[in-house]
């Protein structure tokens, strides 16, 4: 636990955005969580005082509490392999970037699969790809290959790059397949 913490302190540290982490965590998790806790529990109140009976609300509270214990034991776990994947993913970049700043089919095609993988992961919720999708435009323009080249642009450049080589490839598989019909 130690290392995972230790961890991710450094990938905050090193791939700090403007806007604080917290602030994501916040906007992302927190405040939806709270208020779905808050509007639950409402309910479970209302439900315990139309009971009329002290026992069958102390019961009922105490099966709450043993429930978001159970809750915080299953999900847990899985929230620190998730985000260990995140900090996986930003490794990934970080140690291809010698080879990547000049090679635009490793960078696009690692973007890719990170991308496809998250996808994946988060498939089902909608907010968590909106999430996604703002985490990748500060992510392909903030990272190992756009420090070491000094520039944001880098990650646009090495696109062009690889949709320029995507299209001659397929120019000249359009090409040959002619020639062959002539």
């Known amino acids: 636990d130690e290392n995972f913490n230790k961890e991710i302190k450094e990938s905050i540290d090193k791939h700090s955005t403007s806007e604080p982490i917290t602030d994501i965590y916040k906007q992302y998790i927190e405040i939806k969580f709270v208020q779905d806790a808050e509007d639950f529990y409402r309910q479970q109140k209302i439900l315990c005082l139309e009971s009329n009976s002290i026992m069958e609300d102390l019961t009922q509270i105490s099966k709450n509490f ?8 299953f999900f847990l776990p899985k929230f620190k392999s998730t985000f260990q994947m995140l900090i996986n993913n930003i490794n990934t970049i970080e140690k291809i970037s010698e080879t990547a700043i000049n090679d635009p089919n490793l960078y696009i095609e690692t973007i890719f699969d990170i991308y496809e993988r998250f996808v994946k992961l988060f498939c089902t919720e909608p907010s968590f790809n909106i999430a996604l999708d703002k985490a990748c435009c500060k992510f392909i323009n903030n990272n190992a290959v756009t420090e070491k080249s000094g520039t944001t ?3 646009a450049e090495l696109l062009a790059r690889y949709c320029d080589a995507l299209l001659k490839k397929a120019f000249a598989t359009f090409d040959s397949n002619l020639i062959k019909k002539n």
Do not use: H, L, R
């Open 153 to 155: 642009t880098k990650s």
């Open 66 to 73: 043993d429930e978001e214990i159970n809750f915080v034991k």
